[in-house]
């Protein structure tokens, strides 16, 4: 039997949503509405990070799931960037913010690991500093911790260390 493919817990904020997102092309751009706090958020983003992400998801070769305080929001975000309903590893109301949310995102990895599924997990802040979580989630190779700089976000090395990643 096939082993099922990673779950890739994906960030947002400083992972896809950053200031300078380069991929060799210029930006887009767009205000995003969340319904959670009826506050605007301005977001910006490479096209080209998208069509990998979408790309990689579609093809079964990883199984994207949010882990991000847009959690609640998400199919907001899914419409804008052309993604189809993805699995949302939050479910918190409210959902905090910063360094109070990290404890939920490890949550969720160390889930995924209990459930015998492969990690990819990318986050420009929550992921676990050396010590025993971080040793628990990599110990055995079944995880890929990537922490991209919050202002450029995940770049195209990033995305071929998780295609790599996923074939195994």
């Known amino acids: 039997m ?12 400083g992972v896809v949503n950053v200031s300078r997102p380069g991929w060799g092309a210029p930006p887009r751009r767009s205000l995003v509405w969340a319904d959670s706090e009826a506050v605007g958020y301005r977001v910006r983003w490479a096209p080209a990070l ?6 990689l998801h579609r093809s ?3 199984e994207v799931r949010w882990c991000t305080t847009w959690c609640p929001d998400a199919e907001r975000l899914e419409r804008l960037w052309r993604l189809p309903p993805l699995a949302r590893s939050l479910d918190a109301h409210p959902m905090p913010r910063g360094a109070a949310c990290w404890p939920l995102k490890l949550a969720a990895a160390q889930a995924v690991l209990a459930a015998g599924r492969r990690l990819v997990w990318t986050d420009d802040e929550a992921l676990p500093a050396a010590g025993a979580d971080r040793d628990a989630l990599t110990a055995d190779g ?6 991209p700089r919050p202002s450029r976000g995940l770049q195209p090395a990033d995305l071929d260390r998780i295609a790599a990643f996923a074939a195994g």
Do not use: M, Q
């Not at 998208?50 to 790309?55: E, F, N, S, V």
């Not at 079944?142 to 922490?147: C, E, K, V």
């Open 50 to 55: 998208l069509d990998r992400i979408r790309a």
């Open 2 to 13: 096939t082993e099922p493919p990673p779950v890739w817990l994906l960030d947002v904020d």
């Open 142 to 147: 079944r995880s890929l911790l990537i922490a």
């Open 60 to 62: 079964g070769a990883v």
